[in-house]
């Protein structure tokens, strides 16, 4: 078995039920990478997972930011793995920012580090910021990819493994979750539908 889905699966963070997903579409699968994260040795874990493929694929890499939240605590263990520095971008009025003093130096390797990957809202919101600040964005990469892709508009995606979940259009449920309540388990919105 893939050590990344044992260690999800040990945390409790491959969750099964109906839930709405922050696209608006449901899903009866849900990865809440935040269980895994909060054991520190399953955390390292992983990051080395995602720092190893970032080093056989020779890719260079100056600085790691994770897009706040999901991104916060995984972008800091894997550029402790990488031995870089590891920061976080925040939405300030909707848009990402750095805020808290931190700086990206014009020409640097930044590797963006997500907890999941599905669409990459969040990944190319922090792409424009970095571009901004004239760095170059070497790749993404996640704890779970669930993209079904392996780059997304020219970026690779390196992940420390891939899930393949299903998620439906509210009018197109299946009989089987329309029984369930739905609930809006991730970072964006807490409460249930």
Known sequence: MDRTIELLKKSNALLEGHFLLSSGKHSNRYVQCAKLIQNPKYCSEVADIIADEIKKKNIKVDICVGPAMGGVIIAYEVARSLGVD????????????????????????????????????????????????????????????????????????????????????????????????????????????
């Open 86 to 193: 590891g920061i976080f971008t925040e939405r300030v009025d909707g848009k990402m920012n750095l805020r808290r003093g931190f700086e990206i130096k014009e020409n640097s390797n930044v590797l963006i580090v997500e907890d999941v990957i599905t669409t990459g809202k969040s990944s190319f919101e922090t792409v424009e910021l970095i571009k901004e600040m004239g760095a170059n964005v070497v790749a993404l990469s996640s704890i779970v990819n669930r993209s079904g892709k392996d780059n997304i508009n020219g970026l690779d995606i390196i992940s420390a493994t891939k899930l393949n979940i299903e998620t439906w259009d509210e009018d197109k449920l299946p009989d089987f979750l329309k029984e369930i309540p739905a609930e809006k388990p991730g970072s964006r919105n807490l409460n249930k539908k």
